[in-house]
């Protein structure tokens, strides 16, 4: 039962992953940057402590009584993960939700699984896998060919931009997109590597978590771990992920003299504002479920990979939805189903190695 419920929270996490830059592409006359920090000041800021204090009352003392270097390593790789989050938004916004979110996902999977495990080769912990694990157990061996098999599969999404990019050379200028692979494929690599520390991070915050877990079963014995123990974390992991967006979205706010969007005449302001808080507040939801997730799958490769296989279905399935693949030409549109369609089952690999260990 647990396995299920860790299934389903995991799928509504990929839902709200893979839907979040849907909202964003209701703001009319805003530049990037204005949407994206203003929504981002949700990820962030507004939504995590609200959600912590909601379900740990005592988080912020958690918080200051931990030791130093844990809150600085988790800090970091927020940081570092934030990079992979900003370089996200670029990602979509120059490939599409379909072709942009399967690249940096995929790769996001690749390295938010191996990464933790080379940190707990270095360190050991008890329950924890290091990085011999994938090269020395039955079950590491499966988790690795399934990581190779999702790069073919990343492959094939590439191609099929590639191919996308030749036809689109082809339309009248009035009527070409955003889309641009060069730059594209370049920023969707670097989101896709760094986006994976928010799962080091987890790691690496996890004394917090399991301080949260630990006064919620001394006060509820016999009814298992706590499921919102990784909220406490999220804060000090956002916080990082807050100052690169920030540091980045204000720089190009004042270059682009972009800050007076919030006070343009002629855009929706009160919409876009809607819009964007919508947005960042659903991104933010795919931590708080991926916590509920995590709680009840532990957090090792198959619970990250989990998360990454629905949020991959779900942000394919929006860029049909918005009919980003329409009028392409048949060998495009067969590349990007392939492509899919491989990383999905790359990930059915990964995940059923779960059960040979």
């Known amino acids: 039962m647990n396995a299920l419920f860790g299934v389903i929270f995991h799928f509504i996490g990929g839902f709200a992953s893979g839907s979040f830059y849907v909202p964003y592409k209701k ?14 000041m949700f990820s962030w800021i507004i939504v995590p402590p609200l959600a912590a204090y909601l379900t740990i009352p005592n988080f912020w003392e958690i918080i200051m009584q931990t030791d130093s270097s844990i809150i600085g390593y988790t800090f970091l790789f927020g940081l570092l993960w934030g990079i992979g989050g900003l370089t996200y938004g670029l990602g979509v916004r120059y490939l599409g939700v379909s072709l942009g979110s399967s690249i940096i996902l995929g790769l996001s999977m690749v390295f938010g699984a191996l990464m933790p495990a080379v940190y707990y080769f270095f360190k050991p912990a008890s329950g924890k896998h290091g990085i011999d694990f994938f090269f020395t157990d039955l079950s590491g061996i499966v988790v690795l060919i399934g990581l190779s098999i999702c ?35 370049t920023v969707a690599i670097i989101s896709g590597l760094l986006s994976a520390c928010f799962n080091f991070g987890i790691e690496a915050g996890k004394a917090m978590a399991d301080v949260a877990n630990e006064i919620w079963k001394t006060a509820n014995p016999g009814k298992g771990e706590f499921l919102y123990q990784n909220n406490v974390s999220y804060v000090v992991i956002l916080w990082g992920g807050f100052t690169t967006n920030f540091i ?14 919030y006070i343009k005449k002629k855009a929706p302001v009160s919409k876009n504002i809607i819009w964007s808080a919508l947005a960042g507040t659903t991104w933010y939801l795919q931590f708080f479920f991926y916590g509920m997730g995590e709680s009840r799958l532990g957090n090792g490769a198959s ?47 990964v995940g059923l190695a779960k059960t040979l260990e």
Not at 153 to 158: D, K, L, S
Request: proline share 1%; aromatic share 14%.
């Open 27 to 40: 703001v009319r006359d805003w530049s990037w940057e204005s949407m994206w920090i203003l929504g981002g």
């Open 151 to 185: 790069i073919i599969g990343i492959y094939f999404c590439a191609k099929a931009g590639m191919l996308k990019e030749k036809s689109l050379a082809h339309v009248e200028p009035t009527h070409k997109t955003e889309y641009q692979f060069g730059l594209g494929i």
């Open 248 to 261: 980045w979205c204000f720089y190009l706010l004042l270059k682009n003299r972009t800050y007076t969007d």
């Open 303 to 349: 619970s990250w990979i989990l998360h990454m296989a629905f949020i991959i279905l779900i942000s394919n399935a929006w860029g049909v939805i918005l009919k980003e693949w329409r009028g392409v030409s048949r060998s495009t549109y067969r590349a990007i189903i392939a492509g899919i369609t491989i990383i999905i089952l790359a990930i059915c690999i």
